[in-house]
């Protein structure tokens, strides 16, 4: 199910590109061009230590925040570079661990493996399951236009009244700030008393 997470999340998230086997210019230039959602299949194969991979990870291992970008001299004198942003939201998916750096730097979801007695629906892009896409999606913008500076005030407050924070210190609290973040405000639009977005996170997490 792990390429149909993918085919299910690209037309939702933002911007969302679905790559397969890039080259190093190729995935340079995306992120460059569109800042997207990179949708990445095949991760896995990103261990390899040759140089075009090697030159592709220093894209997909610093792009997790933003200010990071990676140079390179330009042809045909060499005397001048182009600069590479690297920040933008990355979802990988793959069969085996991912590279050990990259892996602190992600939030993990293990999928299980369909058993003989699982039934589960195909998912087919249909007319109807397209339109529920397109609403999501919308929603999802629409959300963040009239959300993005109250967002920004608790994010820019270090987070000091997002439940689950407190007890998560350097990378893992930097990782899961913004997730955090939207998930207690959510809560607070909706005046939710029950088991919580944030609450269910923080046991995701431990």
């Not at 397969?20 to 210019?25: K, L």
């Not at 991979?53 to 220093?58: D, F, G, I, L, R």
């Not at 930097?174 to 609450?199: C, V």
Request: hydrophobic fraction near 35%; charge should be neutral.
């Amino acid at each position: 199910g792990k390429t149909t997470s993918l085919d299910v999340l690209k037309p939702i998230v933002f911007n969302g590109e679905l790559l397969v086997n890039p080259t190093q210019a190729v995935l340079f230039r995306t992120v460059e061009d569109s800042s997207p959602t990179l949708l990445i299949d095949e991760a896995e194969r990103f261990r390899g230590r040759d140089s075009q991979n090697a030159a592709m990870m220093e894209v997909l291992r610093s792009g997790y925040k933003d200010g990071a970008c990676v140079k390179r001299m330009k042809p045909p004198h060499y005397r001048e570079f182009d600069r590479y942003r690297t920040y933008g939201p990355k979802i990988f998916a793959g069969i085996n661990e991912l590279d050990s750096v990259l892996r602190d730097r992600a939030i993990l979801i293990r999928m299980r493996r369909k058993g003989a007695e699982d039934r589960v629906l195909s998912y087919i892009e249909d007319e109807p399951t397209i339109s529920r896409i397109g609403w999501i999606r919308d929603a999802c913008y629409l959300f963040g236009l009239h959300h993005a500076p109250s967002l920004r005030r608790i994010y820019e407050g270090g987070g000091e009244d997002v439940p689950g924070l407190a007890g998560m210190h350097s990378r893992e609290r930097e990782l899961y700030t913004p997730l955090m973040t939207l998930a207690h405000y959510i809560e607070t639009l909706a005046g939710d008393k029950k088991r919580t977005l944030s609450q269910a996170m923080i046991e995701g997490a431990a």
